[in-house]
């Protein structure tokens, strides 16, 4: 049996900044995680990270490396109609963000919890979370050895995202669920090429969205939508290039899509889900394990860590200096920011896919849309203002 005042599952973005955030403050935390520690090193997905998120990772120390080689965009572009239209993403908000990968983060964070022995065990099986309507909350689980084991905590961190247990251990009744799911996925392509173009380009064309991103001057990361039902076995690398190169046909003249070979490929669902509130006695849920945004805004990665910075302060509040006014708010508070992503999420999506079910009355209304946010510096404003992310509260 282990004592420790927070018990963490889950070792994505959300769980590994609470954990480093909390022993900045002298709480203590011991961090559960099912995979291993290559695995999610490894694991392809977010991007983009908003202005706040890159600034609050500099302030705490694990914001070399993103400083060295993650890259600064100043702009994105929405293709409609095979034209660009820049959106001066820091020319109307003064702001930025910064392309560098989700997986380059968890390593960062996983190398300075070594750095400084803080607790991580990965490989662990079994997790179970008991008595949360009490002040001893407990898990239980079997460790990398086989050995069953069982952490007494003060509060637990459900940071285990979409599919962990934490969410599923609160009772029914105790959650209120908001649910939409869309008539598309996203093909995510990893290609070893240099990036086609500077920056991200949207891109809205009636054979489907298309979305041209990068991890490295090396590395390009390319997006396709598809059909919810459709299988990664239907695409070849032949037929994903070809497909790119329809969707992303543009009269600017300073593109040519760059091909390259396809490092990985996969299909993700898409689907908007928001949980309230986000605490259930002395579990508190954080990051995707709460709310899910579809990834055309950019802001699951950065909702994950917006919500830890509140929970840091609400526990380092609640278990330092015996203040629960920051608890009993924590999922207020979040819920202000989320729904605003949950918001943007959906307007951006509904914005740039072709619904197979729309008829010619909600494609014109789309085209609509796309023509008066890249004409109007109010509309564009609005667009870059949630897009770099608005700043913490
Ligand atoms: P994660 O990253 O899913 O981490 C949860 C961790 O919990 C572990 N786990 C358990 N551990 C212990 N016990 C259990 N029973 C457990 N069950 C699960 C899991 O193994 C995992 O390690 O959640 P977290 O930390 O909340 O982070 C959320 C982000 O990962 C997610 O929102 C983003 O990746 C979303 N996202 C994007 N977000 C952005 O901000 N910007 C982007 O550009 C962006 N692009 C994307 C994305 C997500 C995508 N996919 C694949 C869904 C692009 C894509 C394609
Ligand atoms: C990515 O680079 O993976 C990425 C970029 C922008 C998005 C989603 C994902 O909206």
């Not at 898409?270 to 954080?286: C, I, K, T």
Request: net charge negative.
């Amino acid at each position: 049996m282990t004592d420790t005042q927070v018990g963490i599952i889950g070792a994505g973005p959300a769980g590994l900044l609470l954990s480093y955030l909390l022993q900045l403050e002298g709480v203590d935390a011991v961090l559960l995680e099912t995979r291993r520690r290559e695995y999610i090193e490894k694991r392809v997905r977010a991007g983009v990270c908003e202005q706040p998120t890159v600034e609050l990772l500099r302030e705490i120390g694990v914001g070399g490396r993103m400083e060295e080689e993650g890259m600064p965009h100043h702009g994105l572009s929405l293709r409609f109609d095979g034209e660009d239209h820049r959106i001066a993403l820091t020319e109307l908000t003064g702001r930025s963000i910064t392309v560098y990968g989700q997986q380059e983060i968890v390593k960062d964070l996983i190398a300075a919890h070594v750095d400084k022995g803080l607790p991580i065990e990965f490989e662990v099986s079994d997790v179970a979370l008991h008595d949360l309507d009490t002040e001893r909350p407990r898990v239980t689980y079997t460790d990398a050895d086989g050995n069953a084991r069982e952490l007494n905590c003060a509060v637990i961190a459900g940071c285990d995202g979409f599919h962990g247990v934490s969410r599923p251990s609160i009772p029914a009744g105790g959650l209120r669920t908001f649910d939409h799911e869309y008539p598309f996925a996203w093909l995510g392509v990893l290609a070893r090429t240099p990036p086609s173009h500077e920056e991200l380009i949207y891109t809205r064309h009636e054979r489907g969205f298309a979305l041209h991103s990068m991890r490295s001057p090396e590395i390009t990361r390319l997006y396709l939508q598809v059909d919810p039902r459709d299988t990664i076995e239907n695409w070849s690398d032949d037929r994903i290039w070809a497909e790119l190169e329809r969707r992303l046909e543009t009269t600017s003249a300073d593109f040519t899509l760059r091909e390259g070979p396809v490092l990985e490929k996969s299909i993700t669902p898409m689907r908007s889900f928001v949980v309230e509130p986000m605490q259930y006695g002395r579990l508190f849920l954080a990051g995707d394990a709460a709310h899910i945004v579809p990834p055309t805004g950019a802001k699951g990665m950065n909702l994950a860590i917006a919500d830890v910075r509140n929970l840091s302060r609400a526990l380092t509040d609640l278990l330092r200096r015996n203040r629960t006014d920051r608890a009993e708010s924590y999922s207020d508070t979040c819920l202000q920011r989320v729904w605003r992503a949950e918001h943007f999420s959906w307007y951006m999506t509904s914005m740039l896919h072709t619904d197979p079910q729309a008829d010619e009355f909600q494609h014109r209304l789309q085209l609509s849309q796309l023509r008066y946010t890249a004409s109007s510096t109010a509309a564009a404003t609005s667009l870059a203002e949630n897009y770099v992310g608005l700043p913490f509260d």
